[in-house]
């Protein structure tokens, strides 16, 4: 009588495995893509940081008196305890596309080719302090430039396209067609502060100027953000006091984190991330199952031929070893099927992905050796109760 498993059932515990490589390995580059992309440079520290949405549309302040408000807001909110610093700005990090223009040096002529779109932000003093962007020359907006609203602060990037290589502090840049300004608009540069990533967390940081976004008479944005030494949600209900008595009628229309901000901009890799590593594990569990049962039902039915073996001296660590050697053979099957498999897996995703293709054959290699783990570690199960027959008992049941 034939004691070994058959063919069909090793082939199919191997195919599990093969299959269990492939989910795994893609699960190892889905998730490497997200962890990447929460711990990416982005030009400013996003642990800490409340963003609170304004609304002063059923406001009593009339436009001119908003400035002043908006100033008191954050004055009240800079004494809120846990607070660190308060500042506005919009577009905020992430969180869509705000004004853009193309910009013009006197001096510097630029080529059609290489003409791009700079991005346009409008800031508080204090912002990129607030947001820990380095500041590598120059300074940031005070309330004094209300006043003069004609200064501008540029990213490291414009300054390296346009200045090439000289300080750009003292001279002007022109701006034209700007979302909402008609006519171009030359503005003093003040400041150079380092690249940020604010309308997507992938590619290249876009050159940008920073506007002052208090005006005499004008207030350009409703967006306010504080940086915290304390859960910034945990300040939450005082913003909402301080504004309130601040600016009467102003409310709060939206409060979250930069950091949960950020997370909603990569939805769907973190979708992706979580279904790849759900079926990796899932797949994981099932060849380990398979494992197990494979050699569960193998060392059932060779009792026999282990009590024999035991009775003529073979150790304990012998059977172990002789039931790991038929597990290995069915795991390297699989191995040998899953891990083309993986790589076939890998282009398929990248063609879907360009972006997963800067990851090396780490997540794969990774795959595989967990699920050879999670195999000899099914197995070991059996191939100790296997080690623990007894010669006499076992003899009897031949």
């Known amino acids: 009588m034939n004691r070994k498993p058959g063919i069909a059932g090793k082939g199919l515990v191997a195919a599990q495995v093969a299959l269990s490589v492939l989910l795994l390995s893609s699960a190892g580059l889905f998730l490497a893509q997200l962890g990447d992309l929460k711990q990416a440079d982005l030009g400013f520290r996003r642990d800490h940081v409340l963003l609170a949405d304004l609304d002063p549309s059923r406001s009593v302040l009339s436009r001119d008196r908003l400035p002043a408000a908006y100033a008191e807001i954050l ?3 800079e004494a809120i305890p846990g607070v660190r610093s308060a500042t506005m ?66 990213s490291s990037r414009l300054a390296e396209h346009y200045f090439k290589g000289l300080d750009p502090i ?32 992938r590619g290249e940081k876009p050159r940008t100027i920073y506007f002052p976004a208090f005006r005499s008479q004008r207030m350009l944005v409703h967006n306010l953000i504080l940086r915290t030494d304390v859960n910034p949600e945990s300040v939450g209900e005082a913003v909402r006091r301080a504004v309130g008595e601040a600016a009467p009628g102003v409310v709060v229309e939206k409060l979250t984190t930069l950091e949960a901000q950020i997370d909603s901009s990569i939805v769907l890799e973190r979708l992706m991330a979580m279904l790849s590593g759900f079926f990796g594990v899932l797949g994981a569990v099932l060849a380990g199952i398979g494992v197990y049962g494979l050699l569960a039902y ?42 083309p498999l993986a790589i076939w897996g890998r282009r398929v995703a990248v063609a879907l992905v360009p972006e ?23 197995a070991f199960v059996p191939a100790r109760r296997a080690a623990r027959v007894d010669p006499m008992v076992a003899l009897r049941q031949e």
């Not at 080719?113 to 120059?138: I, K, N, Q």
């Not at 660590?317 to 191995?335: P, Q, T």
């Not at 997963?356 to 099914?378: E, F, K, R, T, W």
């Open 89 to 154: 700005g919009a577009p905020t990090p992430l969180h869509g596309a705000g004004a853009s223009g193309f910009a013009a040096v006197d001096g510097f002529a630029e080529r059609e080719a290489d003409r791009r779109r700079v991005s346009v932000g409008y800031v508080a003093p204090r912002y990129f302090a607030t947001l820990d962007t380095p500041l590598f020359r120059g300074r940031e907006f005070t309330m004094g430039d209300a006043t003069n609203p004609n200064v501008a602060i540029i």
């Open 356 to 378: 997963l293709g800067s990851y090396a054959l780490g997540p794969l290699a990774a795959g595989a050796a967990a699920i050879a783990l999670v195999a000899l570690a099914a």
């Open 75 to 77: 004055r009240r909110a």
């Open 170 to 201: 003292g001279r002007s840049v022109t701006m034209s067609q700007v979302t909402m300004a008609r006519d171009p608009v030359t503005y003093q540069v003040i400041g150079v502060v380092g690249d940020s990533a604010y309308f997507e967390i």
């Open 298 to 339: 193998m060392v059932a039915r060779r009792t026999s031929e282990i009590g024999v073996r035991m009775a003529l001296g073979a150790t304990g660590g012998r059977v172990i070893g002789m039931i790991l050697r038929d597990a290995m053979a069915v795991i390297l099957a699989g191995l040998v099927v899953g891990i």
